[in-house]
């Protein structure tokens, strides 16, 4: 089966624009997870989405936020971006929000310039 | 609070010998332990997982870690490295009520021919 599908691979963004990412899960999961790689912070959950809503959030600004939609694809965005928002996105799904279950896609690489 | 350390950012080892990563974890709720590889440019591949029962767990490509909970440790070994084992790999543990994984920093694992 197909796994989680993040798009785009690569973006380059300026300071101050605003970003879309994808991130379509595993046909079948209703939870979409979110987490922000950087060399200096690590791994970091950003939010989680389940049947549309929105489950949990992590310490980030009001900056990021997300959605999902009914067929469990989510996007996530950013606004008014700034250097430190270069970093690689990841996306995990699960059946049913449990973390034990999670699939994570290949990321998303932001670089913001 | 649940927090994660992963003793060595980088490990070198020999093909052929023993590999040891080392994760200690500090949590306020019954731990489920987990143990991901990242390839460059690629996202997290669960290796194993502790949730409840056997302390002894056994993962993917030969590696297998053992939850204890009176040093409140989570290695990770392999009897035998492989050139193919060079990656870098995180420890993880619930995040308590958020339903998140809070990850350690990563060590990357260098194998040498």
């Known amino acids: 089966k197909a796994g989680v599908t993040q798009t785009p691979r690569y973006l380059i963004k300026t300071r101050g624009q605003q970003v879309t990412l994808s991130c379509s899960p595993i046909s079948g999961h209703r939870s979409v997870s979110w987490y922000q790689q950087t060399p200096g912070q690590g791994l970091q959950f950003l939010f989680e989405?389940?049947?549309?809503?929105?489950?949990n959030k992590g310490n980030f600004p009001g900056r990021f936020s997300g959605r999902q939609f009914s067929n469990s694809r989510s996007e996530m965005n950013v606004s008014t971006l700034e250097l430190g928002d270069s970093a690689l996105y990841l996306c995990?799904?699960?059946?049913?929000?449990?973390?034990?279950?999670?699939?994570f896609g290949s990321g998303t690489r932001l670089t913001v310039v | 609070a649940q927090s994660v350390t992963q003793l060595g950012s980088h490990v070198s080892v020999s093909e052929g010998a023993l590999v040891l990563l080392r994760c200690n974890y500090s949590?306020?709720?019954?731990?489920?332990l987990f143990w991901y590889v990242q390839y460059p440019n690629q996202g997290l591949q669960l290796l194993l997982k502790y949730t409840t029962g056997a302390t002894l767990v056994k993962g993917i490509n030969g590696f297998e870690a053992e939850f204890k909970k009176s040093e409140t440790s989570f290695h990770l070994t392999k009897p035998s490295a492989h050139m193919s084992d060079a990656a870098e790999y995180f420890c993880a543990v619930n995040g308590g009520s958020q339903g998140n994984l809070i990850f350690g920093k990563g060590t990357k694992l260098s194998v040498k021919p």
């Open positions: 995990a799904s699960s059946l049913d929000g449990t973390i034990d279950g999670y699939t």
């Open positions: 949590s306020s709720v019954p731990p489920y």
């Open positions: 989405y389940f049947s549309e809503t929105q489950r």
